[in-house]
């Protein structure tokens, strides 16, 4: 892996097939994108609700727009790239469920990171101190948090298979970002892992 990525977007830039052409939704800074360019040849764009952030990338020399995955991914046509990304971001949408169903449908193949709500942690300090947890994966208070759809590992997969989207790969995320793979629906990672990764494919893609 990469060194100078943090080590859940290695693991990402690592599902990416050479010469791709690649989405990154809520890229962030670039960092992502700046690597995946200059490693694989990606042809790639981004999409960005900070402007801040927007700025950066375009520094960066980066084909990024801003924009709200909320609204603005029905403008894209169906099957416009080979990987639609998601890093750490569905949590925050409003429409979690609507937000997968584009880019199942824009991306030949979609990743999505996220952090996982039902880490043994979380569950202990709910129990202990009956108040919602803070933890390094979800690192807010209940009041001032911009994730507003949390959700477990188990929920995502549940998700995912409801929408008739295949999980090709699956790793866990540790509290440092260091992966290892993991059977998508096992109870172990539900309960350890502080987040996950998913590489799925959609039912529109699946002859391809």
């Not at 050479?18 to 999409?47: I, P």
């Not at 429409?95 to 880019?103: E, F, I, K, Q, Y």
């Not at 509290?175 to 959609?202: C, K, S, Y």
Request: proline share 5%.
């Amino acid at each position: 892996m990469n060194s100078a990525l943090r080590p859940d977007l290695a693991a990402i830039a690592e599902m990416i097939p050479y010469g791709s052409r690649v989405l990154d939704v809520g890229c962030g800074d670039g960092a992502l994108l700046e690597h995946l360019a200059a490693t694989k040849n990606v042809d790639g764009r981004g999409l960005e609700l900070s402007q801040q952030n927007v700025n950066a990338c375009v520094a960066r020399g980066l084909p990024v727009v801003q924009g709200d995955a909320d609204t603005d991914l029905g403008e894209y046509p169906t099957g416009a790239f080979d990987v639609a990304i998601l890093s750490q971001t569905i949590q925050a949408t409003f429409a979690p469920r609507d937000v997968l169903g584009h880019l199942l449908r824009i991306g030949r193949r979609t990743v999505i990171s996220l952090p996982n709500f039902g880490h043994w942690r979380v569950r202990l300090a709910l129990l202990v101190n009956g108040r919602m947890p803070k933890t390094q994966a979800l690192g807010y208070a209940w009041y001032d948090t911009p994730n507003i759809h949390l959700c477990t590992i188990a929920d995502f997969v549940g998700l995912a298979t409801e929408m008739g989207a295949t999980i090709e790969r699956s790793l866990s995320l540790d509290e440092n970002g260091r992966t290892q793979p993991m059977h998508a629906d096992a109870w172990g990672p539900n309960l350890l892992a502080n987040g996950a990764i998913f590489l799925l494919r959609g039912e529109d893609a699946k002859s391809g």
